[in-house]
């Protein structure tokens, strides 16, 4: 894993309209995304130069900004450009978009009214969120410590920056006890997600998944359940108990970071990646890369 910290690196940054040195993208204390966390993500992944799914993520990044009140300040049209500024700039071929936006530094209390929204989009080389021989095997889990809040308690389909607290205390804790992630369960205790990845069991030859009714209907989430249904493979959205992991032979995550990543054991329960979840590996390797194929043609 590269070291380098993410503010000390060569390239360049898109801030507020234009594409700054790298160095430079910087924020003051005092903002009040940072201290009251209203800040909306995206994770994005370019494929031989372009960006699987890309406006798909820029009118979600504006969705999750209106779920918290406020409105980006660049198009979807200008988003689009500027993700391929960003792009041509940092000479990035397959790698990870990040665009941020969040309230900046005008009013520093609950009430943030007239603050101005700014937004930024940087990328990186990002191969595999998981090591790929671990990935292979299948990743590890344990259970989160911390639930998926209910619909009534948080904008719970904003890609918000604060619903990700409970995430990086779930990953660092599994962490600490030796698996790569953590699975959460929802406020009434049933299977959800993990801490960045939704989740996928495969039972005799069916796909089923947990009904996203508390947490993100993720983008790799919904190109999965297309290709499996192109190979006819029945897919079927519904509500799980955790018991119901020991019917499943197959398990895995999608997530745009994640792509899809096979589970071998969620704390003691085993699993052995299969046909199903390679065949849609491989589908899915083939759907991000699709226009590098019809270019060529
Ligand atoms: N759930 C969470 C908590 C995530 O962070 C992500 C990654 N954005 C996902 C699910 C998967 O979403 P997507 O497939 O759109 O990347």
């Not at 040195?21 to 995304?33: E, Y």
């Not at 994005?44 to 890309?54: C, D, L, Q």
């Not at 969705?63 to 300040?73: D, N, R, T």
């Not at 390797?285 to 019809?294: F, G, I, L, P």
Request: charged share 25%; glycine share 6%; net charge neutral.
């Amino acid at each position: 894993m590269s070291m380098i910290p993410f503010d000390d690196r060569d390239g360049f940054i898109w801030l507020d309209g234009t594409l700054v040195n790298w160095r430079d993208a910087k924020v003051h204390v005092l903002t009040h995304g940072l201290h009251y966390a209203s800040s909306v993500f995206e994770g994005e992944r370019a494929y031989a130069g372009k960006i699987f799914k890309s406006r798909e993520h820029s009118e979600r990044l504006h969705k999750s900004a209106e779920m918290l009140g406020f409105k980006i300040p660049y198009s979807v049209d200008v988003l689009e450009r500027a993700k391929e500024e960003v792009l041509v700039a940092n000479k990035a071929v397959d790698a990870y978009v990040r665009p941020l936006a969040w309230r900046g530094s005008e009013m520093m209390a609950v009430s943030a009214q007239a603050s101005t929204i700014h937004v930024a989009i940087a990328c990186w080389a990002w191969p595999s969120m998981f090591k790929p021989e671990i990935k292979e095997k299948g990743i590890r889990l344990c259970w989160a410590r911390y639930k998926r809040p209910s619909p009534e308690t948080e904008p719970v389909f904003s890609k918000a920056a604060g619903l990700y607290m409970i995430c990086t205390i779930g990953k660092h804790e599994a962490e600490a006890k030796g698996y790569q992630d953590a699975l959460m369960l929802d406020w009434r205790g049933n299977l959800a997600e993990a801490t960045g990845a939704n989740l996928f069991l495969v039972i005799n030859g069916e796909i089923h998944t947990p009904t996203p009714d508390c947490f993100l209907d993720g983008i790799t989430r919904r190109t999965v359940m297309d290709l499996a249904r192109a190979r006819q493979i029945k897919v079927i959205e519904r509500h799980m108990r955790p018991e119901e992991l020991d019917k499943a032979q197959e398990i895995f995550l999608t997530g745009t970071a994640a792509e899809i990543t096979p589970v071998g054991e969620i704390e003691g329960r085993m699993f052995t990646p299969g046909a199903i979840t390679k065949q849609l590996m491989d589908d899915y390797a083939s759907a991000v890369r699709a226009h590098t194929k019809h270019q060529a043609a």
